[in-house]
């Protein structure tokens, strides 16, 4: 290996590790009126103080809501088979939700939201100023522990100033499911209200419930939909974002990882919304802190439209198009082109597979049989090609000798050969490009994929992360702290397969790159890029490349190269006579290596002749 080929390799490693460091996951589009923040306001209903108020300063803060600031708060909770609500008599609001079916990174229960780490403000526009619901208290007529059976349950809260005055607040539990319900209601307050929207403020210190946090804060951000359905969000890997956004909102959701806490308008979008992530590397406790501070239309309130709905659920891609329009956006899956690889391919085959494999793993492997089995026209294709090539090594080796040093020669009587015998330079590789969407698209969907999250194989417990195999008590520069064994069969196996590979393709002494030796190099950088990856992605490789080399092994034995050689020489026969037509690629190609040619004849005359 010389040194140019060496400089090189190293350049590719380098931008390879930097594309990972710098660019993990491609940020939503950012908007033009979207902009940077370092720091963001505390919720005011934060830094109200909790000490009962005596009338007068009572008066004076809620005015004529001052007689439900003081009260005695109940706790109201309803669960279906899928969540668990609390609700408080205080604010009439959601205290606390908790997903049934899930459990932390260290098999806690999976609480997404409680009174520690989410604070709502609902502000109502009185005539007296802004007045926060959230701090009244509200009455019920629901029982404090009711389960949902058979039926939506709802729960009404209610806050009356007079016979005909009121707040109404009201949820429905789904008999199953993460949506709830929520329908807001001002009864009789039109002297009371000014004109101005209502302001909701939601902040969520967003609690860790995935094993590694930087992943965790790598994933976590604000998504929205615009009024003309525009998705987009914060970015997902920057510590500190904020969006101020001009134009309304259809919903908006504060995402983990793998799970969802979302605020949705079933009647006009949310005015001038603001959204903002903070990241404070010394709380160890908090992913990110999460703000959005919307305005709600408050004609519709007034006309009784204020219908909304709260989704409290995972990121399951599977129930989030039932939701809302777009909401299923929520689950990345890869760029523009790659999408559509993993919607309408990976994920239908993969929630039908489900149905009959139970075991992750071998579900994994059936996927790859499958796959490969779709593919396997393109790899013998592929092969043939590399049959045709090793045939006609001896005479491209001739060449070479025949024309020394001279590159643009050598190609232009290559290709000379080439159409000779009928066979396209690219046919080997049109085939190997095709496949590659789907290793791609297979790269963004694995790690968002919540149904590999905590389910186990063999040595790992969750297929959704990395398999700590090996843990060292410190870190490895581009590794990290840990080994994943996984990813060492699957770097094992694809240096097993570029063996195998280049013992099937004839050599190229006067490439400029020496293609055999970057074959074995690019598994040893992949094994850095991929080694915190999900263990379900490197186990889909490593399966992969076993399948790959089994397939070749089995093409192998029905493509005879005796056979592969009498039709070249047949083909040759009626190229001398004149039976074959020169394709237009090759035609082109011929071109310009004539064209090239003869601007290098052109220039070495120039250099020859004698100067004036």
């Known amino acids: 290996m010389d040194r140019n080929q060496i400089i090189g390799i190293v350049l590719i490693l380098g931008m390879l590790l930097g594309?990972?460091?710098?660019?993990?996951?491609?940020?939503?589009?950012?908007?033009?009126?979207?902009?940077?923040?370092?720091?963001?306001?505390?919720?005011?209903?934060?830094?109200?103080?909790?000490?009962?108020?005596?009338?007068?300063?009572?008066?004076?803060?809620?005015?004529?809501?001052a007689a439900a600031a003081t009260g005695q708060s109940q706790d109201i909770v309803v669960e279906n088979p899928d969540i668990r609500v609390t609700f408080s008599t205080q604010g009439g609001r959601v205290k606390e939700v908790l997903l049934k079916n899930y459990k932390t990174y260290d098999q806690k229960p999976l609480v997404l939201l409680n009174e520690e780490s989410s604070a709502m403000v609902l502000e109502l526009p009185t005539n007296r100023g802004k007045v926060n619901i959230e701090k009244l208290y509200f009455e019920t007529a629901t029982p404090p522990q009711t389960t949902v059976q058979g039926n939506a349950q709802t729960v009404t809260f209610k806050l009356a100033l007079s016979p005909t005055e009121s707040v109404e607040q009201t949820y429905t539990i789904p008999a199953k499911g993460f949506v709830v319900d929520y329908d807001l209601k001002l009864n009789g307050l039109d002297k009371l209200l000014t004109n101005n929207d209502i302001r909701f403020l939601w902040q969520d210190k967003m609690r860790q419930f995935e094993n590694d946090m930087a992943e965790n804060r790598k994933s976590a951000t604000i998504n929205y939909l615009s009024a003309d359905e525009n998705f987009d969000g914060l970015s997902e890997g920057a510590a500190n974002q904020e969006a101020t956004l001009e134009e309304p909102v259809q919903w908006f959701t504060i995402k983990h990882?793998?799970?969802?806490?979302?605020?949705?308008?079933?009647?006009?979008?949310?005015k001038k919304p603001v959204f903002k992530t903070i990241v404070n590397e010394a709380d160890s406790s908090t992913v990110k802190t999460a703000i959005a501070d919307v305005l709600i239309p408050i004609a519709d309130v007034k006309a009784g439209k204020g219908n909304?709905?709260?989704?409290?659920?995972?990121?399951?891609?599977?129930?989030?198009?039932?939701?809302?329009?777009?909401?299923?956006?929520?689950?990345?899956?890869?760029?523009?082109?790659?999408?559509?690889?993993?919607?309408?391919?990976?994920?239908?085959?993969?929630?039908?597979?489900?149905?009959?494999?139970?075991?992750?793993?071998?579900?994994?492997?059936?996927?790859?049989?499958?796959?490969?089995?779709?593919?396997?026209?393109?790899?013998?294709?592929?092969?043939?090609s590399m049959a045709k090539m090793r045939v006609l090594g001896p005479e491209v080796n001739a060449i070479r000798e025949?024309?020394?040093?001279?590159?643009?020669?050598?190609?232009?009587?290559?290709?000379?050969?080439?159409?000779?015998?009928?066979?396209?330079?690219?046919?080997?590789?049109i085939p190997v490009l095709a496949t590659m969407p789907v290793l791609m698209a297979l790269f963004f969907?694995?790690?968002n994929l919540i149904e590999l999250r905590q389910k186990g194989f063999l040595w790992s417990?969750?297929?959704?992360?990395?398999?700590?195999?090996?843990?060292?008590?410190?870190?490895?520069?581009?590794?990290?702290?840990?080994?994943?064994?996984?990813?060492?069969?699957?770097?094992?196996?694809?240096?097993?397969?570029?063996?195998?590979?280049?013992?099937?393709?004839?050599?190229?002494?006067?490439?400029?790159?020496?293609?055999?030796?970057?074959?074995?190099?690019?598994?040893?950088?992949?094994?850095?890029?991929?080694?915190?990856?999900?263990?379900?992605?490197?186990?889909?490789?490593?399966?992969?490349?076993?399948?790959?080399?089994?397939?070749?092994?089995?093409?192998?034995?029905?493509?005879?190269?005796?056979?592969?050689?009498?039709?070249?020489?047949?083909?040759?026969?009626?190229?001398?006579?004149?039976?074959?037509?020169?394709?237009?690629?090759?035609?082109?190609?011929?071109?310009?290596?004539?064209?090239?040619?003869?601007?290098?004849?052109?220039?070495?005359?120039?250099?020859?002749?004698?100067?004036?």
Not at 351 to 362: A, Q, T, V
Not at 417 to 424: D, E, F, T
């Open 461 to 612: 417990n969750d297929l959704s992360t990395y398999d700590s195999f090996i843990k060292f008590p410190f870190t490895i520069p581009f590794l990290g702290s840990h080994l994943s064994l996984f990813t060492i069969f699957m770097t094992a196996s694809s240096l097993a397969y570029a063996y195998y590979n280049n013992q099937m393709t004839p050599a190229q002494p006067n490439s400029p790159i020496n293609m055999k030796a970057m074959s074995y190099v690019f598994p040893l950088m992949f094994m850095f890029v991929l080694n915190s990856f999900p263990a379900g992605l490197t186990f889909y490789y490593f399966v992969s490349n076993v399948v790959t080399i089994a397939q070749q092994l089995l093409i192998r034995k029905f493509v005879d190269e005796d056979k592969i050689k009498a039709v070249l020489e047949e083909n040759r026969k009626k190229f001398a006579k004149g039976d074959v037509k020169k394709s237009k690629f090759q035609d082109l190609l011929q071109r310009s290596l004539q064209q090239a040619e003869e601007a290098k004849k052109q220039a070495e005359e120039a250099k020859k002749r004698p100067k004036k």
């Open 308 to 384: 909304y709905r709260f989704y409290f659920g995972p990121n399951d891609y599977q129930l989030l198009d039932e939701v809302a329009p777009e909401f299923d956006r929520n689950v990345y899956l890869g760029y523009a082109i790659l999408k559509p690889v993993n919607k309408y391919f990976f994920v239908p085959v993969f929630s039908f597979l489900e149905k009959f494999i139970s075991n992750y793993g071998l579900l994994i492997i059936a996927l790859v049989v499958f796959v490969k089995l779709l593919l396997t026209p393109l790899t013998y294709r592929s092969y043939v």
């Open 402 to 429: 025949k024309v020394g040093d001279d590159m643009a020669k050598q190609q232009q009587e290559t290709m000379k050969l080439y159409q000779q015998v009928g066979v396209s330079p690219l046919s080997g590789c």
């Open 257 to 270: 990882k793998y799970f969802l806490a979302g605020f949705i308008s079933e009647s006009s979008p949310f």
């Open 19 to 65: 594309y990972q460091l710098l660019m993990p996951k491609p940020a939503p589009e950012t908007k033009p009126q979207q902009q940077t923040a370092t720091t963001a306001p505390t919720p005011e209903a934060a830094k109200q103080a909790e000490q009962p108020l005596d009338s007068a300063a009572s008066r004076m803060m809620y005015g004529d809501f």
């Open 445 to 447: 969907l694995f790690p």
